[in-house]
């Protein structure tokens, strides 16, 4: 069963200018999730979504970040512009449904803001 | 106040030596548990899952479950060079998918 997969692995930009990070979840999983991991840290999630449908996006920053998962399938997290402070890991994850507690994590996408 | 508490560490033992890692949370709605390890830049994989209180095994890992203190803990017996890694607890409430993470602990082991 391939695992989830996310792109770019790396990214650099300068801030103001923006960035969009892509996943293709585990085939089959309705649930689907983005988290920020600042070094250091714990992941803290961003923003989840059942099929096509978002459930919590009380800790995504709205006024810079942005989300969608058209389909049900894959997804993309854009932020715009960036700040020094989005420098992180950003981490998605499935599941397969409301009801599975294991989340299955990508390797995730390093952003540095210079 | 955070909802969940971590000693980041960095822990460092002696290869087969027991060891034990810890996580303090406030929220007593929390009703399921679990250790997740991260290795470096890697994501996190799920190593044990606990609901509610109590102790679980599997192999050489153990997870312990103690509500009334909230606090929960995760052992590891026999300990190798290859469980050198960061390890994350993370706690969420019944009926939601939310889950909450401590700061993560790096543990090296050294042979």
């Known amino acids: 069963e391939a695992g989830v997969a996310q792109s770019p692995r790396y990214k650099i930009i300068e801030k103001r200018q923006s960035v969009a990070f892509w996943c293709n979840p585990i085939s089959g999983h309705a649930t689907l999730y983005w988290y920020q991991q600042i070094l250091g840290q714990g992941p803290k999630l961003l923003i989840q979504?059942?099929?096509?449908?978002?459930?919590?996006d009380s800790q995504l920053p709205k006024d810079r970040f942005s989300a969608e998962r058209l389909k049900g399938v894959d997804s993309t997290l854009k932020i715009q512009p960036a700040k020094l402070e989005d420098s992180a890991v950003y981490l998605c994850a499935s599941s397969s449904g409301l009801s599975s507690y294991e989340q299955y994590f990508g390797p995730g996408t390093r952003l540095t803001v210079t | 106040q955070k909802e969940v508490e971590q000693d980041p560490g960095p822990l460092s033992v002696p290869e087969g030596a027991i060891v034990s890692l810890n996580c303090t949370y406030s929220?007593?709605?929390?009703?399921?548990f679990m250790w997740y390890r991260q290795y470096s830049r890697k994501g996190p994989e799920l190593l044990m899952y606990t609901y509610s209180s109590g102790n679980k095994e599997d192999g050489r890992f153990t997870a312990q479950v103690d509500k009334s203190s909230k606090y929960i803990s995760l052992f590891i017996r026999d300990s190798q060079p290859s469980d050198s890694a960061t390890y994350l607890c993370a706690m969420r409430v019944q009926g939601a998918q939310k889950l909450v993470f401590g700061q993560g602990t790096r543990l090296t082991i050294n042979p």
């Open positions: 929220n007593s709605a929390f009703q399921y």
């Open positions: 979504f059942q099929n096509n449908g978002v459930v919590d």
